[in-house]
């Protein structure tokens, strides 16, 4: 007899049992699963974010992935190292290049404008004294210095940039001048008729010329002066970052090298090695190099600039004292200051102690001679101011003896004792001049040697900084990758 068929009784739902005696849920489960059980990675119950950053912090805590973080560390800190120092040599280079190729070359500009318009002063005062006998060289030289100045404040107003003190002066000396030179004209032909008012004229020209025309272009050789030492100072400034991040990193690299030592008994990591090698390198060039440039820059200034400022400066005093001289025979007296002296002989002897000091035998030590006697470089610079000194001497005595003559009312003999063509204090004050030329030739040449020196010593460091830097870059990266594959 057949048996009956019997059916699976399905399980009833019901409470999942509960742990054990001494069983807790599985870590990481989530809220209500079963004990035991854990929460499967990119379950709603754990942020994928969070799960990353959790791989992360695991790998990172083991050998291989410490080392990855170690050569992205050490390749970044090359190539910072390598930016850093790029950067403050190429500023540094271009501020050496603006030393040479503009601040210099534009304070000289100036200067020479400045002795322009004092040395037209000057031969205008010459000519007037010798009216009708003027000769054409006067004529060409007083021609010349103002067309000189009239292509120096062109050259000047394309390079004041956005300074709008420097154009000030630049407007001021453009809109004076051509009233002084019309007032020197009507001097001159006021003068050839034979009338007094010629030197009323004159006056009141080179009264314009002192208390607006050179004041503006001293103000403006000032501030292409004070360039040029903002220039020096950003030439030589240590690149004190570039230097710290490469200490940095020197150290950094020395460290992995010994961390790697202690961990695996081998003295040299090649990669390691070769980016040591590559950072110190790039080190050392750069202090070296920056040594050599800034103690160039240091002697250009120290044994050029400043000697040519004090040169320029001297010169210009030279040539103000001649017009001074002049002006106190045109003037015959008819200027006198509050005391009741003549203002023109005072203002030469103001000058001239500027110049040479208060003695007659050697210059004093804080006179515009004396200091640019001991700034010259060598013999061949101290002996064109040597001769400036002489001259001076020889001017003094001249002038003395002149002075002594107009005194006594001499007026003719007093006149060719001033602007005669030989044995006169103009013959004296022109080869002072000639001197002073000299030395500033000689000064110029000593400053642009020694400043292309330095800013030459800065050739080729950047880009050869970035270079080595990135090879060193990529050494850290196989000195590591090469620990790395020992874990494979």
Excluded at 274 to 286: D, E, K, Y
Excluded at 298 to 327: C, F, M, P, W
Excluded at 438 to 452: G, I, K, N, P, T
Aim: aromatic share 6%.
């Amino acid at each position: 007899m057949p048996q009956p068929q019997r059916t699976a009784t399905p399980p009833v739902p019901g409470p999942a049992p509960g742990p054990g005696p001494g069983q807790s849920p599985a870590p990481n489960a989530p809220p209500g699963a079963a004990p035991g059980t854990a929460a499967a990675p990119g379950s709603p119950g754990q942020p994928a974010w969070r799960e990353s950053l959790t791989r992360l912090r695991r790998a990172a805590t083991t050998e291989p992935g410490r080392l990855r973080t170690i050569g992205a560390a050490l390749a970044a800190a090359l190539v910072l190292f390598g930016s850093v120092t790029a950067w403050q040599v190429t500023d540094r280079a271009a501020a050496a290049d603006a030393v040479v190729e503009r601040s210099q070359p534009l304070s000289a500009a100036a200067a020479d404008l400045y002795r322009s318009l004092a040395d037209a002063d000057t031969t205008a005062a010459a000519g007037f004294l010798a009216g009708g006998k003027e000769t054409r060289e006067v004529r060409r030289r007083y021609e010349e210095d103002i067309a000189n100045a009239s292509e120096l404040l062109v050259e000047a107003s394309a390079n004041a940039g956005g300074s709008r003190s420097e154009r000030a002066r630049i407007a001021t000396l453009n809109a004076e001048l051509p009233v002084y030179t019309g007032l020197v004209e009507q001097a001159r032909a006021t003068n050839r008729q034979g009338l007094p008012l010629g030197g009323a004229y004159l006056r009141y020209a080179s009264d314009r010329m002192q208390k607006e025309l050179l004041p503006a272009a001293r103000r403006l050789y000032e501030a292409e002066t004070d360039r040029l030492g903002a220039d020096y100072g950003s030439a030589e400034s240590w690149p004190w970052a570039a230097i710290a991040v490469g200490v940095l990193t020197l150290g950094a690299l020395g460290w992995a090298q010994r961390r790697t030592y202690l961990r695996t008994n081998r003295v040299f990591n090649h990669g390691l090695l070769a980016a040591t090698a590559a950072s110190g390198v790039v080190l050392l060039w750069l202090t070296v190099a920056h040594g050599v440039a800034r103690a160039d820059l240091e002697s250009s200034y120290d044994h050029g600039a400043k000697s040519l400022q004090v040169l320029n400066t001297a010169r210009i005093s030279s040539l103000q004292a001649r017009g001074a001289e002049s002006l106190t025979l045109v003037a015959r007296g008819a200027v006198l200051t509050p005391e009741g002296k003549d203002a023109y002989e005072e203002g030469y002897r103001s000058t001239m102690r500027s110049l040479f000091g208060s003695g007659t035998g050697e210059p004093g030590e804080g006179s515009l001679l004396g200091r640019a006697r001991s700034l010259a470089d060598g013999a061949a610079g101290r002996e064109p101011v040597e001769r400036a000194i002489a001259g001076v001497r020889q001017w003094q005595a001249r002038h003395a003896a002149a002075r002594a003559t107009d005194d006594a009312g001499d007026y003719d003999r007093a006149l060719p004792q001033v602007i005669g063509p030989s044995h006169s204090t103009g013959e004296a004050s022109d080869h002072v001049d000639r001197a002073l030329r000299e030395a500033l030739d000689h000064e110029q040449h000593v400053f642009r040697s020694a400043a292309d020196d330095g800013r030459g010593a800065l050739s080729g460091l950047a880009v050869g900084a970035a270079v080595l830097a990135l090879l060193g870059a990529a050494g850290a990266v196989l000195g590591i990758g090469r620990r790395l594959s020992e874990y494979r």
